[in-house]
T-cell receptor, first 113, second 110 residues
Framework: KAGVTQTPRYLIKTRGQQVTLSCSPI?????VSWYQQTPGQGLQFLFE???????NKGNFPGRFSGRQFSNSRSEMNVSTLELGDSALYLC????????????FGPGTRLTVT | AQSVTQPDIHITVSEGASLELRCNYS??????LFWYVQSPGQGLQLLLK??????LVQGIKGFEAEFKRSQSSFNLRKPSVHWSDAAEYFC????????FGAGTRLTVKP
């Protein structure tokens, strides 16, 4: 089976712009979670989608949003980018939700200048 | 609220030496516990998981972890470290969503 894929792998944006990141889960997995990883804050949970519904949400401002499509692919959007949004954004998929192990993609490295 | 603590930010061991990475969790019930490894610039790879049953779980790459309820711990061990094990290791607990520890960076000396 192909693993979790994320596109693009690298992205450079300017403050105030918006960005959309994409994640394709492992075939058959219905849950997709997103994480932000920074040296200072570590791995922080953004949100989880299961069957096109947001199941859980972390403590991030409304500028961070996501969605999941009927084929389980997911997108994450960040509007009005700030310098502090520079991070590695990781997507993970799992068969179910809640307690299943998650399988991670390679991440999208976002740099905001 | 559930939380995970990895007390050691950075550990250095010699190649061939044994390794133990510590993880403590805070959760009311028995959580689902995981260890992940991350190489530089890469995503996280699942090493092993504990859901229930035998408290000693075996994982990939020769790693094992032991769940100790009385100590709220889930420490990761490897009897003999290889240079390729140098990476960052994350302990995680799952109930509803997954929470990660801050990570332990492992350096392997030749």
């Amino acid at each position: 089976k192909a693993g979790v894929t994320q596109t693009p792998r690298y992205l450079i944006k300017t403050r105030g712009q918006q960005v959309t990141l994409s994640c394709s889960p492992i075939s058959g997995h219905r849950s997709v979670s997103w994480y932000q990883q920074t040296p200072g804050q570590g791995l922080q949970f953004l949100f989880e989608y299961f069957s096109e519904t947001q199941r859980n949400k972390g403590n991030f401002p409304g500028r961070f949003s996501g969605r999941q499509f009927s084929n389980s692919r997911s997108e994450m959007n960040v509007s009005t980018l700030e310098l502090g949004d520079s991070a590695l954004y990781l997507c993970a998929s799992s068969p179910g939700t809640g307690r299943d192990e998650q399988y991670f993609g390679p991440g999208t490295r976002l740099t905001v200048t | 609220a559930q939380s995970v603590t990895q007390p050691d930010i950075h550990i250095t061991v010699s190649e061939g030496a044994s390794l133990e990475l510590r993880c403590n969790y805070s959760y009311g019930a028995t959580p689902y516990l995981f260890w992940y490894v991350q190489s530089p610039g890469q995503g996280l790879q699942l090493l092993l998981k504990y859901f229930s049953g035998d408290t000693l779980v075996q994982g990939i790459k020769g790693f094992e972890a032991e769940f100790k309820r009385s100590q709220s711990s889930f420490n990761l061990r490897k009897p003999s470290v290889h240079w390729s094990d140098a990476a960052e290791y994350f302990c995680a607990v799952a109930h509803g969503d997954m929470r990660f520890g801050a990570g332990t960076r492992l350096t392997v000396k030749p």
